[in-house]
DNA sequence: CTGAAAGCGCTTACAG
DNA sequence: CTGAAAGCGCTTACAG
């Protein structure tokens, strides 16, 4: 039978304590390191422990201490490499604070996203990491208000009242056009795709602005499909205005790999006859051929920067929140060059 | 003082009993929709727990219960574009079964995997999903015998008495020797990297033995660096043998991008001049040019049929061990083409 | 430094 | 269909 096996083998607190001739708050502080328990007494418990194969059940401690070490993490998606690297910042410094991430997507959907968050308290998460999916409504924080759950926002925001950790899109976007416009381009367009959020407007917004600042023209803003397999098809559309584009700026990586493709299809060569931008620098920007000039937002440090805020609010919940917005630096490679006559 | 406040914002099940006039036994019941309760009581309780905003407490149910919707997932690594996807289907089945993922890296060392693995034992789990780290010594499998701790191997395999879900890496192989040699390729590498398990294993001995079975020399092997920026600059190592291969075959879609842009770099037409096929059919497989064709391991497929394993075992426990050994295709794109004389 | 007692929020038989 | 009681495995004061 086994679940009788299963009963038998749950070795507990009480166990180790009689093995080892204390009692069981006793055993219980050592198991905590409290410096109250004497060296001799300490090494007799931890001996039991080891003996009779306990495992601290950290679902009993959570439900009498009220702290559950462990954190929620909500991302859009998992596909998108990007999302990985955050994932695995935020992952290794949570884990380095002994906690563990509970991991879910919210696929963009903001029912998705009350649902997990909803699954997230009622596992009793100390806390949440999460990248608010498109058309989080504001009000959505006056329910978090209530709940008492310390949050922070990564990577996009929807309230000033809430930590974050972010890059800064806006200074990104400017190094990209200043580096094209000192290569002599003056007919910059923008690609983006996906839903809009605080991230896309801080680029859109950032591209116009530095656009504007040189007396350029900010309008060329073309829409790719959200799937990476259709981007290249979709480069043609770069040039269906009269006055053609002599270079990109691509919102992320995914669509400067897939329009550095399509312009190869359509017989241009990227970072020759045509500059191409992109934005993230995910590690295949180094793989590809003309290897992609983007604009790194170092989203590993990001991730980890996120876990920090939130360890640190965990460790004092009276911390005002705070906004910490990484640096971003353009990545200099192969895929811009010198303007030349319009393309085809 | 917002201890107070958390004391005080805390609505158990016997508040919401109380309002809706029945018993704690009875909310319960309702909780986890049991057909014993009438619908008038039913409605009363859900309207109480409603205006309470009672949030059902995991923690406590589990204590009680013994199961703590909770499973763990274990990867080597996330930077792997791989590794995300399979992530990806893992946690959609693990969402939809209402259960919910605790996420954890081992960075294939096994002593991290032990922590890791000890860490969700802590946590009450009700199984776990993982990549075993390379180097898993079979023992580890005794002890795990004892942890009464249902378990599902995913890629790789360190035992057959364990459920497995993973791909069939040699008709993999096979596939790509054969369309090579049927493009008229005889000197065929294979390039490598990375730590030694199972998965590597039947990757090398597939193609050893596809190579082997055309009468072709199996031994043309070449270890790549594991570190995705440096693999470009690997490619000479193709050449460094008298006879020059015409082709190779790449052990997973990192290394291909990588051999791909080396390739190009030193002067070769990867389709033209000499062949490459990847392995695993990333997502960006469809963005490189000239677009790799790749052995097709669908690993979101993978995950999926992981947590089916262990949603499976959990449902009924007496199971025997199953393996899934998901069929691969050999997605053919434009990276190959018929012989030529050989390379420089 | 150690022990006995109460309690965290649920679920589980067991009666009614 | 509903209620009263016990208990899951810890931690937390509170005495000693």
Redesign the pocket.
């Known amino acids: 039978m086994p679940s009788e096996d299963r009963?038998k083998s749950?070795?507990?607190?009480?166990?180790?304590?009689q093995r080892a001739?204390?009692?069981?708050?006793?055993?219980?502080?050592?198991?905590?390191k409290?410096?109250?328990?004497?060296?001799?007494?300490?090494a007799r418990v931890e001996a039991a422990m080891r003996e009779l194969g306990?495992?601290?059940?950290m679902?009993?401690?959570?439900?009498?201490?009220?702290?559950s070490h462990t954190v929620g993490v909500i991302v859009p998606n998992l596909m998108n490499p990007f999302f990985a690297e955050l994932l695995a910042g935020i992952e290794s410094a949570i884990d380095s604070a002994g906690m563990v991430v509970i991991l879910a997507k919210s696929g963009d959907l903001v029912e998705r996203q009350d649902m997990v968050m909803r699954r997230m308290r009622e596992h009793g998460v100390d806390g949440v990491i999460f990248c608010p999916a498109a058309g989080t409504a504001p009000e959505f924080l006056e329910r978090v208000d209530e709940w008492n759950l310390p949050l922070v926002q990564v990577l996009r925001h929807i309230s000033e009242g809430i930590d974050y950790a972010g890059a800064d899109y806006a200074g990104g976007m400017r190094q990209a056009v200043d580096h094209l416009a000192s290569l002599g381009h003056e007919r910059i367009a923008f690609a983006v795709h996906g839903p809009v959020h605080s991230a896309y407007l801080e680029r859109v917004e950032g591209f116009r602005d530095a656009m504007l600042a040189r007396g350029l023209d900010p309008e060329r803003i073309i829409r790719v499909p959200y799937q990476t397999a259709r981007i290249p098809g979709a480069a043609h559309l770069l040039f269906e205005t009269p006055e053609k584009p002599t270079a990109v700026i691509c919102f992320n990586d995914v669509i400067a790999l897939g329009l550095s493709a399509g312009l190869h299809d359509l017989g241009l060569k990227v970072g020759e006859t045509f500059s191409l931008i992109g934005f993230d620098d995910v590690a295949e920007a180094e793989v590809i051929r003309p290897r992609l000039t983007s604009v790194s937002t170092a989203p590993e440090a990001i991730g980890e920067t996120a876990a920090r805020l939130l360890l640190d609010r965990l460790a004092d919940p009276l911390l005002p929140p705070r906004r910490v917005v990484m640096e971003t630096r353009l990545h200099v490679r192969q895929s811009c060059g010198p303007v030349r006559p319009p393309a085809p």
């Not at 749950?10 to 304590?17: E, I």
């Not at 679902?59 to 702290?67: H, K, T, V, W």
């Open positions: 009963k749950r070795v507990t607190l009480l166990d180790v304590a001739n204390v009692s069981r708050a006793t055993a219980s502080l050592v198991i905590r409290s410096p109250l328990v004497g060296s001799e007494t300490r306990y495992v601290y059940n679902g009993a401690a959570r439900l009498r201490a009220e702290r």
